[in-house]
């Protein structure tokens, strides 16, 4: 079980002053794949930072299995429960394709034996197919950067899965596909996953919709 709780959290970045969410309180559980949607610059991306543990609220509290962030250390908390597969990618532009997916099951301490089979098992299952494991990352489409993304995210195991746009560079059918993988991991696995996106027909298909309106986030009603 995993639950994500976030209690009147407010966010201002420092450097601009900006404040950007204003008073977020919601949950998001195990067993359900949730939809953040909302218009460009509403701070999607800024409240995924912050279950993520990339940051901290300015003011209000983000808490795991009812544990705080503010008590844990951000680095232990990023490598063992959590993955995010991010807006941009992130990819390390000088490992390899199969290297990138290795590399968070390395940080736990699994060794390049396992986690090497491992990594080639996710990528297929994302549809990358072995003659490219060995590219770096620049040398593919925008769109199996983002499927490379997504199978390093899955790497770890982490049961809390956070993604900014995770189809957002995908046609149609591999968006169905990630979409399916994603809510497999929801539905069979008990994952816990937040997935921001665009796509309404993705945020549709969710079990659960929150609308990020003025600094607040607001959950729709079916
Ligand atoms: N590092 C930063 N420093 C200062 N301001 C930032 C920073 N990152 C984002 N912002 C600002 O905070 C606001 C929210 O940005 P955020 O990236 O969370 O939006 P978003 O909802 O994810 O947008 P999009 O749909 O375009 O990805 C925007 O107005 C943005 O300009
Ligand atoms: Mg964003």
Redesign the pocket.
Known sequence: MAELKLEEVYYQ?Q??G?Q?LKGVSCSFESGQLCAVV??????????LSLMAGLDRPTVGDVEVDGERLRDMDLDDYRRERISMIF?SFQLFPLLTVAENVCYPMELNGVKKKEALPRAIELLELMGITKEKHKRFPSQLSGGEQQRVAIARALSSGAQILLA??PTGNLDEQNTGHIFRILQNLAHEQRYCVVI?T?DLQVAEMADRVFR?RDGVLVEEVA
Request: cysteine-free.
């Open positions: 970045y450097k601009t900006q950007v909302g218009p460009s610059g509403s701070g999607k991306t800024t409240l807006q900014d746009e921001v665009h990020m």
